[in-house]
């Protein structure tokens, strides 16, 4: 008999300890997922914001020629050049996912954990940017389609225009390869 009651003790401790580690999962997801969702929604808040103060036009036309203005090319830099320090944390942060990534490929468990750690702290980089990016533009009082636009004549047509020749240094320096995927998410 007193082996039936050690057994039953062990198994009803094995059991809760079991349930504890379900509830802190359950806890600790709640609580991440409560924290990015108050971040998207900051970012939403800031793009409502942005879109109210810059689009209601209806969105932007490119200029005849589809060049900017000069002062329109400034701006965007300065825009740019404000965003810096987030664009070289989110460049940092992408990096150090990228490589606890290739390690988990041939990790174990505790690279896993790793990646999945460093993939949690990545999100609310990214949301954080893209709320100071469309603060900044709000600031700067340009829309997102003006950015946009601007943004891939600059860093996607393949080369550089005529108009941003003066400014290619600036350009490139407020240019992160890391990073171009996400700078464009509205």
Same mark, same amino acid.
């Given at each position: 008999?007193?082996?039936?009651?050690?057994?039953?003790?062990? #198994?009803?401790?094995?059991?809760?300890?079991?349930?504890?580690?379900?509830?802190?999962?359950?806890?600790?997801?709640?609580?991440?997922?409560?924290?990015?969702?108050?971040?998207?929604?900051?970012?939403?808040?800031?793009?409502?914001?942005? #879109?109210?103060?810059?689009?209601?036009?209806?969105?932007?036309?490119?200029? *005849?020629?589809?060049?900017?203005? +000069?002062?329109?090319?400034?701006?965007?830099?300065?825009? !740019?050049?404000?965003?810096?320090?987030?664009? &070289?944390?989110?460049?940092?942060?992408? *990096?150090?996912?990228?490589?606890? !990534?290739?390690?988990? &490929?041939?990790?174990?468990?505790?690279?896993?954990?790793?990646?999945?750690?460093?993939? *949690?702290?990545?999100?609310?980089?990214?949301?954080?940017?893209?709320?100071? !990016?469309?603060?900044?533009? #709000?600031?700067?009082?340009?829309?997102?389609?003006?950015?946009?636009?601007?943004? !891939? #004549? +600059?860093? &996607?047509?393949? *080369?550089?225009?005529?108009?941003?020749?003066?400014?290619?240094?600036?350009?490139?320096?407020?240019?992160?390869?890391?990073?171009?995927?996400?700078?464009?998410?509205?």
């Amino acid at each position: 008999m007193a082996m039936g009651r050690k057994k039953k003790l062990g #198994l009803g401790i094995g059991c809760g300890f079991a349930l504890l580690i379900v509830v802190g999962i359950f806890g600790v997801a709640n609580w991440y997922s409560g924290r990015i969702n108050q971040e998207y929604k900051e970012v939403t808040d800031s793009e409502k914001a942005l #879109l109210a103060a810059t689009e209601g036009d209806g969105g932007y036309s490119p200029p *005849s020629g589809g060049i900017p203005a +000069v002062e329109r090319i400034e701006v965007f830099l300065a825009v !740019r050049e404000d965003l810096d320090s987030w664009r &070289r944390t989110m460049a940092t942060a992408s *990096s150090q996912f990228a490589e606890d !990534r290739d390690r988990q &490929r041939t990790g174990g468990l505790k690279d896993l954990v790793k990646l999945l750690d460093t993939g *949690s702290d990545l999100m609310p980089i990214y949301a954080g940017f893209w709320t100071a !990016r469309n603060q900044t533009l #709000l600031a700067h009082e340009m829309g997102p389609g003006e950015y946009a636009y601007i943004y !891939r #004549l +600059v860093y &996607r047509s393949g *080369s550089i225009a005529e108009a941003f020749e003066p400014y290619r240094d600036r350009l490139a320096a407020a240019f992160d390869a890391e990073v171009d995927p996400v700078e464009l998410i509205f």
